[in-house]
């Protein structure tokens, strides 16, 4: 089957295939297992425009408009929000007279900082549950997608165009990116900026294939960035990466010709170059990478369950349904998954369908192995499992080379 590119319709190749895939995030009644929906989880790459990108995906009506995640739940995640919007009044020189808008603005964790500067804000998040938190914290928030309808009644009510656009993480969730990106310049104050922060590419090319999801529908490098915004007449003059999470980009993007662009721009663009991100072959490595983990993982697991051991899974995070999947381990090799999260508790897993225990469940069951799926925490899970480690515990850390920890 062929595959036109999101961006510039152009032919795309395939890279990378998870095959057939719920959504990671829904997790199930047992009664209705039986009614889970599938969708292929394919990447592709285009070698015109180089964005690399999904075929299929699941209906955003399905996936954003009850949230459970509210960003201002996690205290990095408020730090992180308040520097960012700090040094952007202060980089950008935003004033009391200036209007930021947030695209996917969950609820007040991040616009409350540009609030207390005394910026005029304004959110727009798709989740109806989570823009009412939001208004009742006084941070004005429309609870719908944005549209172009959504931008022209913006700018009719406020009388102005947003000096400051910011959305964090939509440019990888959004299908339908070049219409998004067009209703953004509309926006967009003539003089001013937006600026997107979303996960580098350069993590799918050490070992984090588990983040590709459904709900990501796009993983851009700079020169894939470069080219969307070319589409629409967007000029990209700046890019810093960000220091909380070093595989994420920040992209300062505004009307052509109205900054200079800055030198890191160019310094990204010739270091993919010179990796050759622009060509299908540093694409496809991504399998050779995965399938040389998921064979020794294979092999231990296959030994600790030949000694007639058990195993459990540590935390039902999304990453972990698709490292499963990915790797073939299913309910044969795995007993229950445990989590901390009351939401998740005694239901069942997507796709593999392994029943959420409470951690407590420790003090009774003696599972011989945990296998951590969050791997990249998987020093601090250790360290809080301390009590199952000293009494008969051992740990499996399954990526970037899988290992015992006893
Ligand atoms: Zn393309």
Not at 364 to 384: A, C, F, H, R
């Given at each position: 089957?062929?595959?036109?590119?999101?961006?510039?319709?152009?032919?795309?190749?395939?890279?990378?295939?998870?095959?057939?895939?719920?959504?990671?995030?829904?997790?199930?009644?047992?009664?209705?297992?039986?009614?889970?929906?599938?969708?292929?989880?394919?990447?592709?790459?285009?070698?015109?425009?180089?964005?690399?990108?999904?075929?299929?995906?699941?209906?955003?009506?399905?996936?954003?408009?009850?949230?459970?995640?509210?960003?201002?739940?996690?205290?990095?995640?408020?730090?992180?929000?308040?520097?960012?919007?700090?040094?952007l009044a202060e980089k950008l020189k935003l004033n009391q007279n200036s209007?930021v808008?947030?695209?996917?603005?969950?609820?007040?964790?991040?616009?409350?900082?540009f609030?207390?500067l005394?910026i005029?804000?304004?959110?727009?998040?798709?989740?109806?549950?989570?823009?009412?938190?939001?208004?009742?914290?006084?941070?004005?928030?429309?609870?719908?997608?944005?549209?172009?309808?959504?931008?022209?009644?913006?700018?009719?009510?406020?009388?102005?165009?947003?000096d400051l656009?910011?959305?964090?993480?939509?440019?990888?969730?959004?299908?339908?990116?070049?219409?998004?990106?067009?209703?953004?310049?509309?926006?967009?104050?003539?003089?001013?900026?937006?600026?997107?922060?979303?996960?580098?590419?350069?993590?799918?090319?050490?070992?984090?294939?588990?983040?590709?999801?459904?709900?990501?529908?796009?993983?851009?490098?700079?020169?894939?960035?470069?080219?969307?915004?070319?589409?629409?007449?967007?000029?990209?003059?700046?890019?810093?990466?960000?220091?909380?999470?070093?595989?994420?980009?920040?992209?300062?993007?505004?009307?052509?010709?109205?900054?200079?662009?800055?030198?890191?721009?160019?310094?990204?663009?010739?270091?993919?170059?010179?990796?050759?991100?622009?060509?299908?072959?540093?694409?496809?490595?991504?399998?050779?990478?995965?399938?040389?983990?998921?064979?020794?993982?294979?092999?231990?697991?296959?030994?600790?369950?030949?000694?007639?051991?058990?195993?459990?899974?540590?935390?039902?995070?999304?990453?972990?349904?698709?490292?499963?999947?990915?790797?073939?381990?299913?309910?044969?090799?795995?007993?229950?998954?445990?989590?901390?999260?009351?939401?998740?508790?005694?239901?069942?897993?997507?796709?593999?369908?392994?029943?959420?225990?409470?951690?407590?469940?420790?003090?009774?069951?003696?599972?011989?192995?945990?296998?951590?799926?969050?791997?990249?925490?998987?020093?601090?899970?250790?360290?809080?499992?301390?009590?199952?480690?000293?009494?008969?515990?051992?740990?499996?850390?399954?990526?970037?080379?899988?290992?015992?920890?006893?």
């Amino acid at each position: 089957m062929n595959y036109k590119c999101r961006n510039c319709s152009h032919e795309i190749i395939p890279f990378f295939s998870l095959w057939d895939m719920p959504s990671v995030n829904l997790f199930l009644k047992k009664e209705d297992i039986s009614r889970e929906k599938k969708y292929d989880l394919t990447v592709w790459f285009c070698p015109n425009c180089y964005i690399a990108q999904l075929t299929e995906t699941i209906p955003p009506q399905d996936l954003f408009v009850e949230y459970t995640y509210l960003s201002s739940m996690s205290t990095t995640m408020l730090k992180h929000a308040e520097d960012v919007s700090n040094y952007l009044a202060e980089k950008l020189k935003l004033n009391q007279n200036s209007l930021v808008v947030e695209l996917a603005s969950n609820d007040w964790y991040l616009l409350q900082y540009f609030q207390k500067l005394w910026i005029k804000v304004l959110g727009i998040d798709p989740a109806k549950n989570i823009a009412k938190i939001a208004n009742e914290k006084w941070i004005e928030t429309i609870a719908d997608f944005f549209s172009l309808n959504l931008a022209k009644n913006i700018y009719e009510n406020n009388w102005k165009k947003a000096d400051l656009i910011y959305g964090a993480n939509v440019l990888a969730h959004v299908p339908w990116i070049v219409d998004f990106l067009s209703w953004v310049k509309f926006l967009l104050n003539d003089k001013w900026t937006a600026v997107f922060e979303f996960p580098y590419i350069d993590w799918l090319f050490e070992w984090k294939f588990d983040t590709i999801y459904h709900e990501h529908v796009f993983y851009y490098s700079a020169l894939a960035i470069k080219s969307l915004c070319k589409t629409v007449w967007l000029e990209l003059y700046n890019i810093e990466t960000n220091e909380m999470q070093w595989w994420s980009l920040f992209i300062y993007v505004s009307h052509p010709w109205v900054f200079k662009i800055s030198d890191n721009v160019k310094n990204i663009i010739n270091k993919e170059l010179s990796l050759w991100y622009d060509q299908i072959e540093t694409y496809v490595k991504i399998k050779e990478k995965a399938d040389s983990i998921n064979n020794k993982l294979k092999k231990i697991l296959d030994w600790i369950k030949n000694e007639w051991k058990r195993i459990v899974w540590y935390w039902a995070a999304a990453k972990g349904t698709i490292l499963l999947n990915y790797f073939w381990v299913w309910n044969n090799y795995i007993d229950y998954i445990i989590d901390k999260a009351p939401t998740k508790q005694w239901l069942y897993s997507p796709w593999v369908h392994l029943k959420v225990e409470a951690p407590e469940i420790l003090n009774t069951d003696q599972p011989d192995y945990i296998l951590i799926l969050p791997w990249n925490i998987s020093n601090e899970i250790i360290k809080q499992l301390n009590d199952y480690r000293q009494k008969w515990g051992k740990f499996i850390v399954p990526v970037p080379n899988p290992l015992i920890i006893s």
